[in-house]
């Protein structure tokens, strides 16, 4: 599986994104949490805006290849959803392939590591394999790669109820004690190194 999403990865860098602009691939991007639901909240960090801004820089990313057109389902963090909503939101918009961004948290500080959920089998478990793969990102020391728990179902309302194939990623820990200073950090470096790893990952389920 990893050389398989290695030689997607490739593929999709030697194509011309000039050859998909007449078709652009729809991506729904769920910034998790959001209005009354602030989501983790520790160290002065609160997971709702954190995953907006995330999700923004996907958006981004996607958007400046001239290959996608992207869907937030909130673009501010007084918008409070539900699952069903969002679903609906990525549905209408007709995506192709849906993330919900979100961080973990946990009363130990020390505990990071990333997690990708899928909600039903033959619809979502591919691109989750795809997500996990491609999502590379290092530690927050820089020392090696962050690890990874095993891929697991989960019956979230978002991933059920979306048409499309879709994944819950949570990125890393906000809670761990080296994460939440680079996170915090006014540069962005730690976000943008999350949103490029989802974005290589929908690239290469996208093909494109």
Not at 26 to 48: F, I, K, M, N
Not at 168 to 192: N, S
Request: proline residues 4%; aromatic residues 6%; contains cysteine.
């Amino acid at each position: 599986m990893k050389r398989l999403v290695a030689a997607l990865i490739l593929i999709v860098a030697l194509v011309p994104q000039t050859a998909f602009a007449a078709d652009p691939y729809r991506v729904c991007v769920d910034p998790g949490h959001g209005g009354s639901d602030p989501g983790a909240v520790s160290g002065g960090l609160t997971e709702r805006d954190l995953n907006l801004d995330i999700a923004q820089r996907v958006e981004a990313a996607l958007v400046a290849t001239g290959a996608y057109t992207v869907q937030l389902t909130r673009t501010d963090n007084a918008t409070t959803l539900g699952n069903s909503d969002r679903a609906a939101i990525c549905n209408a918009f007709g995506a192709q392939a849906v993330v919900s961004i979100h961080l973990n948290a946990s009363s130990d500080p020390s505990v990071d590591y990333a997690w990708v959920f899928y909600g039903k089998r033959h619809k979502d478990l591919g691109f989750a394999q795809v997500m996990d793969q491609a999502y590379q990102i290092s530690n927050a020391a820089g020392t090696a790669p962050l690890s990874h728990q095993a891929i697991t179902n989960f019956a979230n309302g978002t991933l059920l109820k979306s048409d499309a194939p879709a994944v819950l990623v949570e990125g890393l820990f906000m809670t761990d004690q080296d994460e939440q200073p680079l996170l915090a950090a006014t540069d962005g470096v730690r976000r943008q190194q999350v949103a490029d790893n989802l974005v290589s990952g929908i690239r290469a389920f996208a093909g494109r």
